[in-house]
Nanobody, 123 residues
């Protein structure tokens, strides 16, 4: 398993940007597909974005497509989520997760999870 720690959350006004980072421990980070999920108050956790081990393929939820970008730096054992044009409905706790599946978008495909970082977007 890989240990994950998110950072970069905070309070931002609508239309603003944030970049989340997820640092992973372990020497096998580059073998994992990585994903970002989020959970808003009173709602179930939902898929946001995923990236394959090489970074060659990405997938996004329709709600963030064109605004968010997932990327990774395998040399730094880190995955990022650049969030632009933020909306109040993006307010949630954001989690990164690691998967041994080549391509993964379902929560049950991810075996390792971070503790989450709060993102709050004010209107």
């Amino acid at each position: 398993q890989v240990q994950l720690a998110e950072s970069g959350g905070g309070l931002v006004q609508a239309g603003g940007s944030l970049r989340l980072s997820c640092a992973a421990s372990g020497r096998t980070f580059s073998s994992y597909a990585m994903g970002w999920f989020r959970q808003a108050p009173g709602k179930e956790r939902e898929f946001v974005a995923t990236i394959t081990w090489s970074g060659g393929n990405t997938n996004y939820a329709d709600s963030v497509k064109g605004r968010f970008t997932i990327s990774r730096d395998n040399a730094k054992n880190t995955v990022y989520l650049q969030m632009n044009s933020l909306k109040p409905e993006d307010t949630a706790v954001y989690y990164c997760a690691a998967s041994t599946f080549g391509i993964a978008t379902m929560q049950n495909q991810f075996g390792s999870w971070g503790q989450g970082t709060q993102v709050t977007v004010s209107s």
